[in-house]
């Protein structure tokens, strides 16, 4: 899957790189820069092509239903998490992670104080079998 996390108060979303669709597996892209927010996505990568979507037509649509992914939203008001029906759940505390290595990067992430969000995430990498090095770091 994926693992991508999130700090409002460093103003970073950082991502592994890998993507597999259970036979095979490469390199691709997990986060999108759109008016100065940026959207990272874990999961079926369809499901978040809609998301990208409706969320550059100004939420025209309803929003699309994730039956198999999540998306986090970083901007300068702050850090939202997407699931589900796509409710968005603003996270008050301003750092999240989502995908099969959230559990690791958020544990890795803590253990540092909060202060190394890419090595936290490389991290996770070595532990969560469906993320993969290269990590890309983004700033708002």
């Known amino acids: 899957m994926t ?33 100065g927010a940026l959207l990272g ?3 079926d990568y369809l499901e978040g092509e809609q998301f990208l979507a409706w969320w550059k037509s100004g ?3 309803e929003p699309p239903i994730f039956n198999h992914s999540e998306a986090l939203v970083l901007d300068c008001l702050g850090l939202t998490h997407f699931l589900g029906k796509t409710i968005p759940a603003n996270i008050a ?17 803590d253990s540092m104080h909060f202060t190394n969000p890419k090595r936290a995430v490389e ?18």
């Open 41 to 43: 996505f874990s999961g």
């Open 93 to 109: 505390r301003g750092v999240e992670a989502i995908g099969s290595g959230a559990k690791a990067a958020m544990a890795a992430f």
């Open 123 to 140: 991290l996770a990498c070595k532990y969560d079998n469906n993320s993969r090095k290269p990590v890309r770091l983004y700033r708002l």
């Open 59 to 61: 939420f025209k649509d």
């Open 3 to 35: 693992t991508i996390l999130a700090s409002f108060h460093l103003g970073v979303m950082v991502a592994d790189t890998g993507i597999n669709d259970g036979d095979r597996v490469w390199s691709g892209r997990k986060v999108w820069r759109h008016k």
